[in-house]
């Protein structure tokens, strides 16, 4: 029940300033960092070479990759594409390959064969007895070729945290190394498992080359280069800097309500970004560590891309009916669990409107007054270019350099069955 005397936070849209290092040409950048390894002088004319693509919502991922291939084309090679996506998809062929199709990825598309399968090899073990697994269809080729984005992980803390390396692990550990490796971190640390399995893929999986992608705050496609194996570590290591720098944030660090449009795993590997949202080192609370605190948060929606996985649902605290009638149980489910992250696809408190959400949460942040809280709604964690603030966060201090009121407050506006318009913001779409 909606209670007709709440007078809620008067919203007003802001835009933030972010640095915007991008390239125009992908394509060309692609060949042209590829042309530095010099391939062609360890590759030769017809041998095959497996082309990693994830699961991650890399912006440009379809250009990339078929600038890949075309640059492998030319020095003769055979190159073909492996789905690297540990158990996305539902851990199903079918599954990942529908992700592929969501990118924009086809055989037809790229011009080249994809093999798709959900079995591994065990190529050796780690000095801790860890099993090393690897795509079955990679290892039979004559190469590997490995591309992804550097970016800060969701959960893991390291000089490496989300590029080459855990394409190499759990990209291409499929669903069997995935489960492997997170039931690993148990008992060993992340550092220290990435660093086994990596020195084992290395050496035993004929791996000639990595292409590193960072992107900017604005989802765009901000650094290229192509990486010999023997720098891989080194490299990484300085890119994830360079990652964190560009990383979006939030305007203030301090939040009563944060309410996001949508998660998925197209946006983050925790469905919304906890480097983001202050939520990397505990579900439901910022810790010393973090660098924003958001007492709660409300999920909205499920984006296209994530195809029903809600993976991150359970890092907030609120949602509502339609949210959970998009869940796919089986992908979610198998993602948290392979994870070992169960709680991050536990159902929030379930409502049938925002209204009744915001009513509520707002009932919970303390001694203060609705209308004086500080709310703040974003498209989703990815996309923090243009968002709503309540006019209690434009009284925070330190608030950032160059961000821009547009308009003046107005009241929470709902529809009429309750719910908030989205974040108007045209990058944001699936």
Request: net charge negative.
């Amino acid at each position: 029940m909606t209670d007709s005397s709440f007078i809620g936070p008067r919203m007003v849209t802001v835009r933030q300033q972010f640095e915007r290092t991008r390239i125009e040409d992908v394509a060309g950048e692609v060949d042209r960092q590829l042309t530095r390894l010099q391939l062609q002088e360890r590759i030769g004319p017809g041998e095959s070479v497996a082309v990693t693509v994830g699961s991650r919502g890399i912006a440009g991922i379809a250009t990339i990759t078929r600038a890949i291939v075309d640059h492998l084309k030319s020095i003769s090679a055979a190159p073909f594409l492996v789905p690297a996506m540990g158990s996305h998809g539902g851990g199903t062929v079918e599954g990942q390959l529908g992700v592929l199709r969501g990118y924009g990825i086809t055989e037809e598309a790229m011009g080249v064969p994809i093999r798709a399968s959900m079995e591994t090899v065990i190529v050796d073990r780690t000095p801790q007895g860890i099993p090393v697994h690897f795509d079955r269809c990679a290892y039979e080729a004559d190469h590997v070729l490995v591309a992804n984005r550097i970016k800060p992980h969701t959960g893991f803390v390291g000089e490496i945290e989300s590029g080459l390396h855990k394409m190499m692990l759990i990209g291409l550990g499929k669903q069997a190394g995935a489960v492997t490796y997170h039931r690993a971190i148990k008992d060993h640390t992340f550092p220290e498992i990435i660093s086994a399995v990596a020195e084992v893929v290395l050496k035993r999986c004929k791996v000639v080359g990595g292409l590193a992608i960072v992107e900017n705050a604005y989802d765009e496609t901000a650094l290229i280069e192509a990486v010999a194996p023997p720098q891989f570590r080194e490299r990484e290591e300085e890119l994830l800097l360079q990652a964190r720098r560009w990383l979006p944030r939030l305007p203030v660090r301090e939040v009563d309500l944060l309410i996001i449009d949508r998660i998925g795993k197209n946006i983050s590997g925790t469905g919304m970004d906890t480097n983001v949202v202050g939520r990397k080192y505990n579900d439901h609370a910022a810790t010393s560590q973090d660098d924003v605190s958001c007492k709660r948060i409300f999920v909205r929606g499920l984006s296209a891309g994530t195809h029903g996985n809600a993976t991150g649902i359970g890092l907030a605290e609120f949602t509502t009916r339609n949210v959970v009638a998009q869940i796919d149980e089986h992908s979610t489910k198998m993602n948290c669990i392979t994870s070992g992250h169960p709680t991050a696809g536990m159902i929030p408190l379930v409502y049938d409107s925002d209204r009744e959400v915001i009513e509520s949460a707002l009932q919970t942040i303390g001694l203060v007054e609705p209308h004086r809280s500080r709310v703040v709604q974003i498209s989703d964690t990815l996309h923090l270019a243009e968002l709503h603030v309540s006019e209690a966060c434009l009284e925070q201090g330190e608030l950032p350099a160059g961000l821009e009121v547009i308009g003046d407050p107005v009241p929470m506006t709902f529809d009429e069955r309750g719910n908030l318009p989205d974040v108007a913001s045209p990058a944001a779409s699936d």
